[in-house]
T-cell receptor, first 110, second 112 residues
Framework: EDQVTQSPEALRLQEGESSSLNCSYT??????LFWYRQDPGKGPEFLFT???AGEEKEKERLKATLTKKESFLHITAPKPEDSATYLC???????????FGTGTRLQVFP | DAGVTQSPTHLIKTRGQHVTLRCSPI?????VSWYQQVLGQGPQFIFQ???????GRGNFPDRFSARQFPNYSSELNVNALLLGDSALYLC???????????FGDGTRLSIL
Protein backbone atom coordinates (compact mmCIF):
# COMPACT_ATOMS: atom_id res chain seq x y z
CA GLU A 1 0.00 0.00 0.00
CA ASP A 2 1.25 3.49 -0.88
CA GLN A 3 2.36 5.35 2.21
CA VAL A 4 4.11 8.56 3.30
CA THR A 5 5.70 9.05 6.73
CA GLN A 6 7.05 12.37 7.93
CA SER A 7 9.38 13.04 10.84
CA PRO A 8 9.66 14.66 13.24
CA GLU A 9 6.02 15.46 14.02
CA ALA A 10 7.09 18.78 15.53
CA LEU A 11 10.31 20.78 15.49
CA ARG A 12 11.28 23.86 17.50
CA LEU A 13 14.25 25.86 16.24
CA GLN A 14 16.00 29.01 17.28
CA GLU A 15 16.22 31.61 14.56
CA GLY A 16 19.30 30.81 12.46
CA GLU A 17 19.47 27.17 13.60
CA SER A 18 19.47 25.02 10.44
CA SER A 19 17.77 21.62 10.34
CA SER A 20 16.13 19.02 8.08
CA LEU A 21 12.67 17.49 7.78
CA ASN A 22 12.29 13.91 6.57
CA CYS A 23 9.71 12.31 4.29
CA SER A 24 9.88 8.54 3.76
CA TYR A 25 7.66 7.04 1.09
CA THR A 26 6.50 3.72 -0.28
CA UNK A 27 4.79 3.97 -3.65
CA UNK A 28 4.52 1.82 -6.74
CA UNK A 29 6.07 3.82 -9.53
CA UNK A 30 6.83 7.30 -8.18
CA UNK A 31 5.61 9.96 -10.60
CA UNK A 32 6.40 12.92 -8.41
CA LEU A 33 7.08 14.01 -4.82
CA PHE A 34 5.68 17.34 -3.67
CA TRP A 35 6.41 19.61 -0.72
CA TYR A 36 3.80 22.04 0.55
CA ARG A 37 3.70 24.62 3.32
CA GLN A 38 0.47 25.09 5.26
CA ASP A 39 -0.28 28.01 7.57
CA PRO A 40 -3.09 27.76 10.15
CA GLY A 41 -6.52 28.16 8.57
CA LYS A 42 -5.09 28.12 5.04
CA GLY A 43 -4.75 25.60 2.24
CA PRO A 44 -1.41 23.98 1.40
CA GLU A 45 0.92 26.24 -0.59
CA PHE A 46 3.02 24.49 -3.24
CA LEU A 47 6.80 24.65 -2.71
CA PHE A 48 8.62 22.02 -4.79
CA THR A 49 8.20 19.06 -7.12
CA UNK A 50 10.88 16.35 -7.38
CA UNK A 51 10.61 13.64 -10.02
CA UNK A 52 13.71 11.46 -9.83
CA ALA A 53 16.35 10.33 -7.33
CA GLY A 54 19.23 12.77 -7.09
CA GLU A 55 17.12 15.78 -8.01
CA GLU A 56 17.38 18.93 -5.87
CA LYS A 57 15.32 22.14 -5.80
CA GLU A 58 16.00 25.38 -3.90
CA LYS A 59 13.94 28.40 -2.93
CA GLU A 60 15.27 31.02 -0.55
CA ARG A 61 16.15 29.22 2.72
CA LEU A 62 14.62 25.90 1.61
CA LYS A 63 16.22 23.05 -0.30
CA ALA A 64 14.49 19.77 -1.18
CA THR A 65 16.32 16.58 -2.12
CA LEU A 66 15.12 13.14 -3.25
CA THR A 67 16.42 9.58 -2.99
CA LYS A 68 14.69 6.33 -3.97
CA LYS A 69 13.14 5.99 -0.51
CA GLU A 70 12.96 9.45 1.06
CA SER A 71 13.08 13.17 0.62
CA PHE A 72 14.54 15.85 2.83
CA LEU A 73 13.55 19.46 3.22
CA HIS A 74 16.58 21.37 4.47
CA ILE A 75 15.98 24.72 6.15
CA THR A 76 19.03 26.97 6.34
CA ALA A 77 19.14 29.82 8.89
CA PRO A 78 15.37 29.81 9.43
CA LYS A 79 13.39 32.90 10.38
CA PRO A 80 10.21 33.13 12.48
CA GLU A 81 8.18 33.58 9.28
CA ASP A 82 9.20 30.04 8.25
CA SER A 83 6.99 28.72 11.06
CA ALA A 84 4.29 26.52 9.48
CA THR A 85 3.35 22.89 8.90
CA TYR A 86 5.31 21.31 6.06
CA LEU A 87 3.52 18.56 4.15
CA CYS A 88 5.02 15.95 1.86
CA UNK A 89 2.92 14.15 -0.77
CA UNK A 90 3.54 11.60 -3.51
CA UNK A 91 1.98 10.90 -6.87
CA UNK A 92 2.19 7.26 -7.86
CA UNK A 93 0.62 4.37 -9.67
CA UNK A 94 -2.19 4.82 -12.12
CA UNK A 95 -4.14 7.60 -10.42
CA UNK A 96 -3.49 11.31 -10.06
CA UNK A 97 -4.33 11.45 -6.37
CA UNK A 98 -1.83 12.82 -3.90
CA UNK A 99 -0.96 10.73 -0.85
CA PHE A 100 0.03 12.99 2.02
CA GLY A 101 2.02 12.49 5.17
CA THR A 102 0.79 13.94 8.45
CA GLY A 103 3.20 16.86 8.27
CA THR A 104 5.95 18.40 10.39
CA ARG A 105 4.92 21.38 12.49
CA LEU A 106 7.86 23.80 12.53
CA GLN A 107 8.19 26.64 15.04
CA VAL A 108 11.07 29.10 14.74
CA PHE A 109 11.70 31.36 17.72
CA PRO A 110 13.53 34.71 17.57
CA ASP B 1 -3.88 35.57 -11.65
CA ALA B 2 -6.59 34.30 -9.32
CA GLY B 3 -5.82 31.12 -7.46
CA VAL B 4 -8.24 28.36 -6.58
CA THR B 5 -11.32 29.84 -4.92
CA GLN B 6 -13.68 27.96 -2.64
CA SER B 7 -17.02 28.87 -1.13
CA PRO B 8 -18.25 29.18 1.47
CA THR B 9 -15.25 29.63 3.78
CA HIS B 10 -17.10 28.39 6.84
CA LEU B 11 -20.27 26.35 7.27
CA ILE B 12 -22.13 25.00 10.27
CA LYS B 13 -24.62 22.17 9.78
CA THR B 14 -26.43 19.65 11.96
CA ARG B 15 -26.38 15.88 11.70
CA GLY B 16 -28.49 14.47 8.88
CA GLN B 17 -28.38 17.60 6.74
CA HIS B 18 -26.68 17.83 3.38
CA VAL B 19 -24.09 20.33 2.14
CA THR B 20 -22.74 21.58 -1.18
CA LEU B 21 -19.24 23.01 -1.42
CA ARG B 22 -18.01 24.89 -4.48
CA CYS B 23 -14.66 25.32 -6.17
CA SER B 24 -13.36 27.43 -9.05
CA PRO B 25 -10.02 26.24 -10.44
CA ILE B 26 -7.13 28.32 -11.68
CA UNK B 27 -7.81 29.56 -15.20
CA UNK B 28 -6.63 26.95 -17.72
CA UNK B 29 -6.68 24.07 -15.23
CA UNK B 30 -9.04 21.30 -16.29
CA UNK B 31 -8.35 18.89 -13.42
CA VAL B 32 -9.99 19.39 -10.02
CA SER B 33 -9.48 17.25 -6.93
CA TRP B 34 -11.17 17.28 -3.52
CA TYR B 35 -9.51 16.42 -0.21
CA GLN B 36 -10.67 16.18 3.40
CA GLN B 37 -8.32 17.34 6.14
CA VAL B 38 -9.06 16.70 9.80
CA LEU B 39 -7.11 18.54 12.47
CA GLY B 40 -3.55 17.31 12.85
CA GLN B 41 -3.65 15.11 9.74
CA GLY B 42 -2.63 15.43 6.13
CA PRO B 43 -5.30 15.86 3.44
CA GLN B 44 -7.12 12.66 2.36
CA PHE B 45 -8.13 12.24 -1.29
CA ILE B 46 -11.88 12.18 -2.00
CA PHE B 47 -12.36 12.70 -5.77
CA GLN B 48 -10.64 13.80 -8.92
CA UNK B 49 -12.38 15.12 -12.04
CA UNK B 50 -10.85 15.85 -15.41
CA UNK B 51 -12.82 17.20 -18.36
CA UNK B 52 -16.04 16.61 -16.41
CA UNK B 53 -15.36 12.92 -15.89
CA UNK B 54 -14.50 11.21 -12.61
CA UNK B 55 -10.89 10.02 -12.76
CA GLY B 56 -10.45 8.77 -9.22
CA ARG B 57 -12.31 8.15 -5.99
CA GLY B 58 -10.89 7.75 -2.50
CA ASN B 59 -12.12 5.57 0.33
CA PHE B 60 -15.19 7.61 1.24
CA PRO B 61 -18.83 6.45 1.55
CA ASP B 62 -21.45 6.98 -1.14
CA ARG B 63 -22.78 9.94 0.86
CA PHE B 64 -19.99 11.88 -0.83
CA SER B 65 -20.46 12.84 -4.47
CA ALA B 66 -19.07 15.45 -6.81
CA ARG B 67 -19.34 16.81 -10.31
CA GLN B 68 -17.49 19.12 -12.64
CA PHE B 69 -19.14 21.67 -14.89
CA PRO B 70 -18.30 22.74 -18.48
CA ASN B 71 -16.36 25.75 -17.12
CA TYR B 72 -14.28 23.27 -15.01
CA SER B 73 -15.66 24.49 -11.69
CA SER B 74 -16.74 21.74 -9.33
CA GLU B 75 -19.12 20.90 -6.51
CA LEU B 76 -18.71 18.46 -3.65
CA ASN B 77 -21.93 17.18 -2.10
CA VAL B 78 -22.21 15.37 1.21
CA ASN B 79 -25.53 13.85 2.32
CA ALA B 80 -26.71 12.66 5.72
CA LEU B 81 -23.97 14.53 7.56
CA LEU B 82 -22.27 12.86 10.50
CA LEU B 83 -20.27 14.43 13.32
CA GLY B 84 -17.17 12.81 11.81
CA ASP B 85 -17.59 14.83 8.63
CA SER B 86 -16.37 17.92 10.48
CA ALA B 87 -13.16 18.89 8.68
CA LEU B 88 -11.49 21.30 6.31
CA TYR B 89 -12.48 20.45 2.73
CA LEU B 90 -9.85 21.41 0.20
CA CYS B 91 -10.10 21.77 -3.53
CA UNK B 92 -7.04 21.63 -5.79
CA UNK B 93 -6.59 22.22 -9.49
CA UNK B 94 -3.78 21.28 -11.83
CA UNK B 95 -2.64 20.94 -15.40
CA UNK B 96 -2.70 17.39 -16.81
CA UNK B 97 -0.01 14.83 -16.07
CA UNK B 98 2.34 14.97 -13.12
CA UNK B 99 2.05 18.70 -12.54
CA UNK B 100 1.65 20.05 -9.00
CA UNK B 101 -1.82 20.55 -7.58
CA UNK B 102 -2.61 24.04 -6.31
CA PHE B 103 -4.96 24.32 -3.37
CA GLY B 104 -7.61 26.77 -2.28
CA ASP B 105 -7.97 27.81 1.36
CA GLY B 106 -10.78 25.33 1.90
CA THR B 107 -14.21 25.25 3.45
CA ARG B 108 -14.29 24.66 7.20
CA LEU B 109 -17.32 22.44 7.85
CA SER B 110 -18.56 21.99 11.39
CA ILE B 111 -21.29 19.48 12.23
CA LEU B 112 -23.28 19.99 15.44
Amino acid sequence: EDQVTQSPEALRLQEGESSSLNCSYTVSGLRGLFWYRQDPGKGPEFLFTLYSAGEEKEKERLKATLTKKESFLHITAPKPEDSATYLCAVHGGQTDKLIFGTGTRLQVFP
Amino acid sequence: DAGVTQSPTHLIKTRGQHVTLRCSPISGHKSVSWYQQVLGQGPQFIFQYYEKEERGRGNFPDRFSARQFPNYSSELNVNALLLGDSALYLCASSLPGDQPQHFGDGTRLSIL
